[in-house]
């Protein structure tokens, strides 16, 4: 009873955003890797949070533990020195790599802070670690607890700013594989609004199945309008072409909510196109129709 037109339509542009959504995943990840955005995030980052911004303070001592940066000899005095700068830390490493830094013991209050005092120069990372210890009444536990939440809030917001920088650069590869391979949402939904049964033969593809391949090379060989012929060039020209620019926009648009999204709701279709969900699914609130 669920099965329709716009059903199919539906089926068939989740699959086509799936598709290149994971291509395009793919795609950021290796550039990600080979340009380590990763490790150079993080070490800009790192330099925020601890007021270090020539890396010439408390920052280096911190890349240069063992804890923080093991493969690395400890001795960098510049950020070029640094030749495998770590992608991630763990919260729990770096609020003892600190401790380790700046002598931080097992003592009363008031000798805690003179040993800040001592050897924190940074006034606003001083009054941090002094309240800390106002907080925790000098529990060296309890010290490096707040230490590592204050780090991992601090890291929150660097990987705030690495996701703008991969969607960044997601929405321009997707607008640039749209336009290689002529993806244009527009006329992939009016092809299945026309011959709906070309989403009956989709098969069911996992987010990380072969980084996209399998689901791109299943994309390309549906007997959809993907791809360019002499009258898809020649539309270019003409007023339709920006009804073509226009689709590809919106197939680039769509890939930003990634993969794993549109896999879902290629599921939720295919479960109202089907039997709908199943009693283990409606009591788990997992169903299509929980």
């Known amino acids: 009873m669920f099965n329709s037109t716009v059903l ?35 070490l800009q980052g790192m330099k925020d949070l601890l007021n270090d911004p ?37 919260p729990k490493q770096f609020a003892d790599a600190l401790i380790d830094l700046t002598q931080l013991t097992k ?24 309240g800390i210890v106002d907080r925790t009444t000098g529990d060296i536990g309890k010290i490096r607890d707040e230490l590592a939440t204050w780090f991992d809030n601090g890291m929150d917001r660097i990987s705030g700013t690495y996701k703008r920088r991969t969607q960044a650069w997601s929405f321009f590869a997707a607008l640039i594989i749209a336009g290689l391979f002529n993806v244009s949402s527009i006329n992939v939904g009016m092809a299945l609004w026309q011959r709906p049964m070309i989403a009956h033969t989709i098969a069911p593809v996992r987010p990380d199945d072969t980084k996209g391949v399998k689901a791109f ?27 073509m620019l226009l689709g590809w926009l919106i197939t680039a648009v769509a890939t ?17 196109k089907g039997a709908g969900p199943s009693p283990a699914e409606k009591n788990s609130n997992s169903g299509a129709a929980a």
């Open 217 to 243: 090379e299943e994309l390309i060989n549906l007997d959809i309008p993907i791809g360019w012929t002499l009258g898809q060039f020649k539309k270019l020209g003409s007023p339709t072409g920006v009804e």
């Open 54 to 90: 020539q890396f010439n303070g408390l920052a280096r001592e911190i890349y240069n533990h063992a804890l923080v940066d093991p493969r690395d000899g400890g001795s960098a005095q510049t950020e070029h020195d640094l030749k495998y700068p770590p992608a991630y830390i763990q």
């Open 107 to 130: 003592d009363s209050p008031d000798r805690i802070k003179s040993t800040i005092d001592a050897n924190v120069r940074d006034k606003q990372i001083n009054n941090l670690l002094k």
């Open 256 to 272: 930003l909510f990634g993969a794993p999204f549109w896999f879902d709701a290629l599921q939720q279709i295919v479960r109202i």
């Open 8 to 42: 199919d339509v539906a089926v068939g542009l989740i699959f086509t955003f799936l598709a290149l959504s994971l291509v395009v995943s793919a795609f950021v990840e290796a550039i990600a890797s080979i340009m380590k955005w990763r490790s150079t995030t993080l």
